[in-house]
């Protein structure tokens, strides 16, 4: 038929994003993820669940059915096959259908309903923009050159709130909500994070000062990621900025390539340096 | 008469802020502003109300009709009426006094207080003095140029909210207060953002362990807005002081823009160069 | 007396600290205000002050005696004495007296209490010593130098919590506990800035919804002063170091002072630069 | 016998990590840490307690055992016996051991269990390895440049805490939760750190007003160990880079040492310049 694109171009406008059509599919397969998000959450409300429940279930289906149609299409579109289905996005679009069609098999449904709020990480396919995808991969370098100083970071708060916890256990006991160190590092967290809820809380003396201390400690120590995550966005950004400059400048001489921006002879071999427009 | 300022005039001391005319024009606004937001403050509260309810009903209308003569001041006056009326100070500036006027149509008006309190909103003014607007343009344009940043840390931010919620949901259950997903996504954002209030908490051992999670999450992932405006701060910063220090030597010679602050002889040309005051 | 020191050597003991004796005399005091705090806070506790309010109260007279002298002592060795007595210490010293002899004349001598507690504002006398003065200066600068940023940034704060605390009190309603504007105000700061009492907490769909978006709010914004005071740091941070760096080679030919480490020659006058060491 | 190895050769498996046999020593005595540290955690739970307990018992003599072969062989291979016994991990191994010795003498053996949770300090022994070493001590170090402003932000809380305790004690009142000065300051802490447990909460007009000022005091000031450790992270990671940068190339004929990395001939005095691998 004329009327259905090749093969080519059905590919195209799934798996890239750089003209209308292309785009247009990316915008209506968005909006359908977030449609169907909201199914899961709408049908979790008691009054909405009585009310319009099999509506729901039926929309939920058509959504699954949608979701297993794309999912087939980029299977079958797809270049290197093992490499979509393996791959991150592969495998988020597989949970996104997958537990109502478990639901069909098993009896105990109701747990299911977790994995189907895994759908909503199907709006990560945003991210494949190309300017999405530079800003994220700037956020995931920055925190992986300053890996060792997190696991520093997360290991000092571990050991504050297994220590502080285990104290907390002795000091206040079972009697004032303390029941176990699990618990009592539950608390330690709870504390240590600035959450508060309030629900365990101090009651002796010692126990308070105790809790001061590691509230004061919580809230200096949240200065630590945030310098690391900072100095390292900041690197990031002028290295980022000082490559942007410098680029367009290369020697046709000696292929170097960083040079002052008002530099007119190559420092390295003397040729004259042309402008790059 | 002669007595009355020219249009003109008028128009330098409505709209400007610089001469001891304009500026006291400004500042008695912002004092009448101040009082009329007071007003709807302590209306609100039983005990005044019941006291002095008239008087301040009588006093909110004083503030509708200076704020209505100033509304149709500043259309009058204006050169470009339609960008002033739908323009953001001029909507500001009508949601202000609106309210009380609805209040004689409508019969509901309790629901037009919270309008009332938008008038807050007309401080705003303070910041079209020149020394804020450029402070304000700063933090602005430091917060759009890291808006793709921005995106996805309050869209990692949802997507922990929705799933964590929903895992939440399950493991907690009705019984616990996490009577449906909404719920359990609004205790989630309590806990992510350390608030805490404790009238959601979790009860069993394994919600526990998540909220703990969830916890640290909130305690950790803080630093990345942080650390994104900080190095556009700093960077801005960094920025407009270069530019403060090398913009005004300019080379007649072969235009070179950015020379050091002592500089005598332009670098590229040697053409002498002249300081530009 | 041979045995006293001169007025000139006393003057010395008491005002500066870069010998012994001037040393010991300044942490003799910061021990006797230390003490003297620390009785305040005991006398507070119901159990001590039965047991040892007599004691206490002796106590206290000790310390009052003893920095009454001292103060007619400063009073009496200062070469500016209205510079001292309205000055910032000199105020403060007198502010930790006062509330024992007006104690004398007055009944209600139980409200002079909370004045007592503002002797531990002399504590700041340690900051005098050469190493923090340096330090205390960076920081003030630093917030000084960013004063419009900040008043922009408690500005907007104050509008979120007068906007928000109007808008959750037509939703919650006194039936809630948002008994007033004034009220819920005061709950949108505890949600703003993520303390989270849970004394007063939404509990209809409505408000936990405009709640979840005042925590994320409250989460966020915290960037902007972090961001502001960073930046204003790091750059003086800079700045100080440059001219760290640059101050010790001068020309002795144009006086000219900001070489760069490596140069030879002035690169003004052409006289060849001489070393500082 | 033939079997064993030289002492020189325990030695370098006990204290180095750099080849497989003395690698696989380090990992198998950190998996012996964690979950010798599991047993005290589950010990506490009462249900795991009276089930297990005599089985708990018995692995804790277990790890008792073989932490004091291990300390008793350190003992023995170090060169520097005092050094070892009286410095931070020596210390931390005869903690990790002690408990469970003390509890055969002592009776009240429960308050020993506190010390044995201080046997998750042996897991910093990851820190020895040489990555860790050096993101350690950069942050040890961009914290000891900044010590004194960290003592003057510590003293400014302690100050708020202390003045802003007394005054809500006097405000709030026994009859309110605020039954002393210190149990004020513990309050004011909860609130000032953003915890904020709801355990004690102002109930008065003027007790909330003062608490939403040490709230956003709270909120506000956090901003200043965040700017202090991120500018000397900040600085300490350019001046680390530029140091990785430069410190390779030195001119021969007149010791100029940073050098730009393409740089062929001294930029002072021409000497041709040696690369130094």
Not at 31 to 52: E, F, K, R, T
Not at 207 to 219: D, K, P, R, T, V
Not at 225 to 247: M, Y
Request: aromatic letters at 12%.
């Amino acid at each position: 038929m004329t009327f259905l694109p090749s093969k080519k171009r059905l590919a195209h406008i799934v798996y890239e994003s750089d003209d209308s059509a292309s785009k247009n599919f990316d915008l209506i397969l968005l909006a359908l993820i977030l449609l169907s998000v909201l199914v899961v959450i709408l049908d979790s409300v008691q009054d909405i669940h009585q009310n319009y429940g099999t509506f729901l279930y039926w929309l939920e289906w058509f959504f699954t059915i949608v979701f297993s149609v794309e999912y087939l299409l980029r299977i079958w579109l797809s270049n290197d096959k093992p490499g979509y289905i393996f791959g991150f996005y592969g495998i988020v679009d597989l949970l996104a259908i997958l537990p109502a069609f478990l639901s069909l098999i098993l009896v105990q449904s109701q747990y299911l309903m977790v994995v189907r709020a895994l759908r909503f990480l199907r709006i990560l396919r945003i991210l494949k923009l190309p300017e999405y995808l530079r800003e994220a991969s700037l956020l995931i370098s920055a925190l992986k050159s300053s890996r060792a100083k997190i696991q520093i970071f997360v290991g000092s708060v571990l050991t504050i709130v297994l220590v502080m916890g285990s104290v907390m256990y002795i000091i206040e006991g079972p009697e004032n909500g303390y029941t176990s160190i699990p618990r009592a590092m539950y608390w330690a967290i709870v504390t240590l994070t600035t959450v508060g809820y309030g629900d365990i809380s101090p009651n002796t003396d010692l126990g308070q000062f105790m809790a001061s201390i590691i509230m004061l400690l919580g809230y200096a120590i949240i200065a630590v990621p945030t310098g690391i995550v900072t100095s390292e966005l900041t690197h990031a950004k002028n290295k980022s900025e000082k490559s942007d400059r410098h680029q367009f400048k290369i020697c046709h001489g000696c292929s170097l390539q960083k040079h002052s921006p008002d530099a007119i002879y190559c420092r390295k071999c003397g040729t004259k340096l042309e402008s790059p427009e």
